[in-house]
């Protein structure tokens, strides 16, 4: 079974349970959910109107469509 995520989310969500800040993982490209891992770099560059599709291992872009 696969699942098609669709998220325009950058970067994590910070919460704070406790004394330290915990980062979770918003974009969706994470190999270690719910955590943040650092993966949302790849969404930097970003266009406005387009849909990425990301390789989950590699976290490049395999294929980008309209988003209109
Ligand atoms: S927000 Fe997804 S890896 Fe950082």
């Known amino acids: 079974?696969?699942?098609l995520i669709r998220t325009d989310a950058t970067g994590?969500?910070?919460i704070d349970p406790q004394d330290k800040p915990v980062?979770?993982?918003a974009c969706g490209l994470t190999?270690?959910?719910p955590l943040c891992d650092g993966s949302h770099k790849a969404c930097?560059?970003?266009e406005d109107?387009?849909?990425y599709r990301y390789d989950p291992a590699t976290k490049e872009v395999v294929k980008t469509e309209s988003d209109a």
């Open 1 to 3: 079974m696969a699942r």
């Open 12 to 14: 994590p969500i910070r």
């Open 23 to 25: 980062f979770v993982c």
């Open 31 to 33: 190999s270690n959910p």
């Open 44 to 46: 930097k560059n970003e």
């Open 49 to 51: 109107g387009t849909l």
